[in-house]
């Protein structure tokens, strides 16, 4: 089966309800029965796009791009305009943002290490399982490293997640971050694991010791791998819109990323910042988180997000 049949339409759907209702229950609202889109409409179509977090410049392409295809079209319906905002939305991602391209890349090289890592309370630990459990899916031999050393509850909330996706853990108990990513690596090295799932305390980008914490665990996962960490996953909540942006850009300072993860879609209304980041940050969205559940966490792949949120 191809992994796309695997993506949880519905459950993206439902996830992402509450942002679909901001900007096409409000965009119906504005459309519904009238006869002509005109110039007035138009601006109450780019109020709604601007202030469904997507950000300003995205939104007055998509309005600049309705405004000259509506011009000699009379078919100005609400279907009509739903296409050329799916069509302008998924323009912003490149090929590489495809979840088929990124399961490749996983694919390539043995083993694959990811490091997650965010501020406090993102999901970081909750996504650590969720992959988990999607990788094992994919009939990949998975282990996870307990890097959050600071708390005891940090390991035995990790634990649950090991058990529940069944697979390996190495745990951090009395250990320090880095040594827990050595022995992480080194045993997938030896017994032949295809991938590596290191999860790191909550950090904020104001404490320095920590941000220098994160390149300490670079160095020692280079001793054994030379190019790994192969990924490096910054986790942001998606309730969070706009700072996300600014959080990207504070970990970009001290440590190299590779990819984001956007969890807590369900229930905010703030998903058009999805857009907003891709166009904001060099960065493809691999995952977005939808609920609290173990098949929760689903692939972002552009198409299948922007049907969600449009149709
Ligand atoms: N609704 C919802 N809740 C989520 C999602 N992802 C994580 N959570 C919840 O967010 C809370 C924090 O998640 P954790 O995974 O512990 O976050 P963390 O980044 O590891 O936190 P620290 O280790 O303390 O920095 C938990 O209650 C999770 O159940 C999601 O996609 N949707
Ligand atoms: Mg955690």
Redesign the pocket.
């Known amino acids: 089966m191809g992994f796309l049949e695997k993506i949880n339409f519905k459950k993206i759907k439902d996830g992402l309800q509450t942002t679909h209702n901001k900007i096409m229950g409000r965009i119906s609202e504005v459309i519904t029965g009238k006869a002509i889109i005109d110039e007035s409409t138009i601006d109450e179509l780019e109020e709604i796009l601007i202030s469904s977090d997507i950000g300003y410049t995205l939104a007055a392409k998509i309005i600049d791009k309705i405004r000259s295809e509506l011009k000699n079209d009379k078919n100005r319906t609400i279907e009509n305009i739903k296409e050329i905002l799916k069509q302008e939305l998924l323009s912003i991602f490149p090929k590489e943002h495809n979840a088929e391209y990124f399961l490749d890349k996983v694919k390539s090289k043995k083993p694959y290490v990811f490091l997650i890592v ?10 650590v399982g969720k992959l988990a459990k999607i990788l094992k899916d994919e009939n990949l031999k998975v282990i996870i490293g307990s890097a ?1 050393t600071f708390r005891a509850a ?1 390991n035995e ?1 990790l634990d649950i997640w090991a058990k529940r996706a069944e697979v390996e853990i190495v745990s951090g108990i009395s250990k320090d971050p880095s040594s827990v990513v050595f022995d992480t690596i080194s045993k997938a090295i030896s017994n032949n694991y295809d991938v590596v799932l290191i ?1 790191t ?2 950090r904020l980008h104001t404490k320095n010791d920590l941000m220098f914490e994160l390149q300490k665990i670079f160095k020692v996962a280079q001793k054994l791998l030379p190019d790994a960490p192969h990924e490096v996953f910054l ?1 942001l909540d998606g309730n969070t819109g706009q700072n996300a942006i600014v959080q990207a850009t504070e970990f970009e300072k001290f440590t190299k990323l590779s990819g984001l993860v956007i ?5 905010t209304a703030k998903g058009g910042v999805l857009f907003k980041i891709v166009s904001d940050k060099n960065l493809p969205i691999r995952f977005i ?4 559940g173990i098949n ?2 689903q692939f972002f792949d552009p198409k299948t997000i922007i049907d969600a949120i449009v149709n």
């Open positions: 965010g501020i406090n309370g993102a999901g970081k630990t909750t996504t959050d940090a909330q999860d305390a909550g986790v969890t807590k879609l369900d229930g988180g939808v609920g609290e929760d966490l």
